[in-house]
C-alpha cells in the first residue's frame, strides 16, 4: 500500500588524458523512478559516499531530464550528512537528475536564512519570518510563580500572510508554550515526575545548545539539545531524558503555504529508564493556538472523518486545524501529519473539546503517543517521533492532506549503483 519509488543513483567517471583531470568531467547522475499515485512536490533527499559527495558544489548544476526537456533544479547541501536535498514531484516517473560541471551557470544567493535575536533563532524565507524557537529563558509574567519560567519551544508560527498562529504563557495555562512537546505522567523508580504542569516543580525541559544551524536554497533549519530534568532532588536535579529536536522550513511553488518538519530524538541515561504513563497530554507535538479562536470560528477535520466534536482521543494520519484569520476575511491553519513509523500509528490526539476553558472553546492539539498505552523507555535506546507541519491560507481539502501525508510518509527507497 501506498507510494513506493526508488531512487537509482548511477555515477558515471570520464577521464581523459591530457592536462584534464577526471574530476573536473566528473558527472553524478540519479533516476527517480515512481510507481503509483500522485503526489505533490516534497523535499527529498540522496546520500552520497563521502569521496563522491566531496565532488559535488554549490557551482555545479542540477539538472532535471525528461523527454521533453531539461530543466535546472535548485539543491542543497548538507555536508554534515553527505546529503543533497532537492525538490521532487510524485506525478513525475523515470526522470534523471545530473550535477554538470558549468563555468557560466550563476550560484544564486540563498533563499532561506535564519538570525538570532533577544533569545530566539527566527527561520526566515526571505525577509519574511515563519517560525521563531526560543533558545533563552522565557520568564512568566510579573506576579507569576517563576516555576513557569521556560525555554526550548517554537513561538511563533505565522501563517504565510502573517497572523500569528501560536500562543505562550495564557493566563488559563500558564505552562502553555506554543509548540513543544514534554511528558505529563511519568515514573523514575517509582516517583512521580510531571515535566509538562511546570507549577508542580517536578520537572521541566530545557534549551541546552544548537547541534547545528542550516540555510539555504531550499530549507532553513537546526538541531536542538534539549534536556528533560527531573527536579525531585532540588539540590542535584538529573537529566532524565536527552532529546536532539531537528527542525526543517521550508515551502512548495505554493505562496500560500510552507511546512515544518519537527522530529523528536531522544534516549534515557537512567539505569532503570523511564515509564511515560498513558494519559490524555503528554509528548509527541503539542500546538496551543492564538486567543482568537474559539469553539465559533474554528475547525477541526481528521483523516478518519472526526470533527471538532468527536476528534478527542481518536486516532488519525494527519488532522487539519483551521479558523478564521486576523482580517476577518479568509482562514488560515496548519495540516499536523504523524508519520508511519511513530510509536502508535495511525496516533492518538488531544483535541480540546468545545467546552474548554469555560466554555469559550479555545484551540489546543496534541498527537499523544501516550494516550492510550504507557510506554518504557529503556536506558541508551534511542526513540524517534517524527511529523510534519502544513501552514497555509485559505482551505485545504481531506484529497490534498492525505496526498500531502503520503508524500510525507513513503520516503524513496534509495540504490547505489
Request: charged fraction near 25%; aromatic fraction near 14%.
Amino acid at each position: 500500500m501506498g507510494i513506493k519509488f526508488k531512487i537509482i543513483v548511477l555515477i558515471f567517471s570520464v577521464f581523459f588524458a591530457g592536462a584534464l583531470i577526471a574530476q573536473k568531467n566528473l558527472s553524478i547522475c540519479f533516476e527517480v523512478e515512481k510507481a503509483h499515485s500522485k503526489f505533490p512536490e516534497s523535499l527529498i533527499s540522496v546520500k552520497f559516499d563521502k569521496e563522491i559527495f566531496q565532488s559535488i558544489n554549490d557551482e555545479m548544476k542540477l539538472v532535471k531530464i525528461s523527454k521533453k526537456m531539461e530543466v535546472v533544479m535548485p539543491f542543497q547541501l548538507d555536508s554534515k550528512e553527505s546529503k543533497i536535498w532537492f525538490k521532487h514531484e510524485g506525478k513525475e516517473k523515470n526522470i534523471t537528475y545530473c550535477f554538470k560541471k558549468s563555468d557560466n551557470y550563476p550560484v544564486g544567493k540563498p533563499r532561506f536564512n535564519f538570525i538570532k535575536r533577544n533569545g530566539t533563532i527566527n527561520l526566515n524565507h526571505g525577509d519574511q519570518s515563519l517560525i521563531g524557537y526560543r533558545y533563552k529563558m522565557k520568564l512568566p509574567p510579573i506576579g507569576v510563580n517563576k516555576l513557569y519560567q521556560k525555554s526550548g519551544y517554537i513561538h511563533p508560527v505565522l501563517s504565510p500572510w502573517g497572523d500569528t498562529l501560536t500562543r505562550i504563557q495564557p493566563p488559563d495555562h500558564f505552562h502553555h508554550y506554543g509548540v513543544w512537546g514534554p511528558w505529563t505522567k511519568t515514573k523514575i523508580n517509582n516517583t512521580q515526575v510531571d515535566f509538562w504542569n511546570l507549577k508542580e516543580g517536578q520537572g521541566t525541559v530545557l534549551f541546552k545548545e544548537f547541534k547545528s544551524i542550516k540555510s539555504g536554497k531550499l530549507f532553513t533549519g537546526f538541531t536542538a539539545i534539549q534536556e528533560h530534568f527531573n527536579l525531585s532532588n532540588k539540590i542535584n536535579p538529573e537529566i532524565a531524558i536527552s532529546e536532539n529536536l531537528e527542525v526543517k522550513v521550508w515551502k512548495n511553488d505554493n505562496p500560500n503555504q510552507y511546512f515544518i518538519d519537527y522530529k523528536s530524538v531522544f534516549k534515557t541515561p537512567l539505569e532503570n529508564g523511564i515509564l511515560l504513563e498513558a494519559y490524555r497530554y503528554g509528548g509527541g507535538l503539542g500546538f496551543r493556538f492564538k486567543e482568537q479562536w474559539d469553539k465559533n470560528n474554528c475547525d477541526v477535520l481528521t483523516s478518519e472523518g472526526e470533527n471538532r466534536i468527536t476528534a478527542d482521543g481518536t486516532k488519525a494520519k494527519w488532522c487539519i486545524i483551521s479558523g478564521v484569520s486576523d482580517d476577518g476575511k479568509s482562514t488560515n491553519g496548519v495540516i499536523f501529519m504523524s508519520h508511519p513509523q511513530n510509536r502508535a500509528h495511525p496516533e492518538p490526539m488531544r483535541v480540546w473539546p468545545i467546552s474548554a476553558n469555560k466554555n469559550r472553546g479555545d484551540m489546543f492539539f496534541e498527537f499523544c503517543p501516550i494516550r492510550h498505552k504507557e510506554w518504557k523507555i529503556k536506558k541508551n535506546i534511542v526513540y524517534k517521533l517524527n511529523y510534519r507541519m502544513l501552514v497555509f491560507e485559505g482551505s485545504i481539502s481531506p484529497e490534498q492532506a492525505e496526498a500531502h501525508w503520503r508524500a510525507f510518509a513513503y520516503e524513496p527507497l534509495i540504490n547505489m549503483k
